[in-house]
Nanobody, 124 residues
């Protein structure tokens, strides 16, 4: 069982930056591919980014490439999402996600564990 707790959301203006954090429980954190999803009001939850167990491989959805960066610190059981040049359309609840040893995390229905979500609101 893995528990995920997100933090770092908030209200910012367009063009600002935020860093989200996700702290994971358990002793096998490096065995998990970690990622971030987001869900805007009235929309489905969508994939944003993922990172491999040791951090050497990352993948992003096109609309955040060049603006967002995912990273992880396995010594702290934590994954991060650095969000720069935020836009109003980035407003959503951001969820941390984990999947054991598989990049199938990119598929929403394949995620093994979810966090509770953290709200990000970008004003224009």
């Amino acid at each position: 069982q893995v528990q995920l707790v997100e933090s770092g959301g908030g209200l910012v203006q367009a063009g600002d930056s935020l860093r989200l954090s996700c702290a994971a429980s358990g002793r096998t954190f490096s065995n998990y591919v970690m990622g971030w999803y987001r869900q805007a009001p009235g929309k489905e939850r969508e994939f944003v980014a993922l990172i491999s167990g040791r951090g050497g491989i990352t993948d992003y959805v096109d609309f955040v490439k060049g603006r967002f960066a995912i990273s992880r610190d396995n010594s702290k059981n934590t994954v991060y999402l650095q969000m720069n040049s935020l836009k109003p359309e980035d407003t959503a609840v951001y969820y941390c996600a984990a999947k054991l040893n598989s990049y199938a995390l990119r598929t929403r229905t394949s995620v093994d564990y979810w966090g509770q979500g953290t709200q990000v609101t970008v004003s224009s």
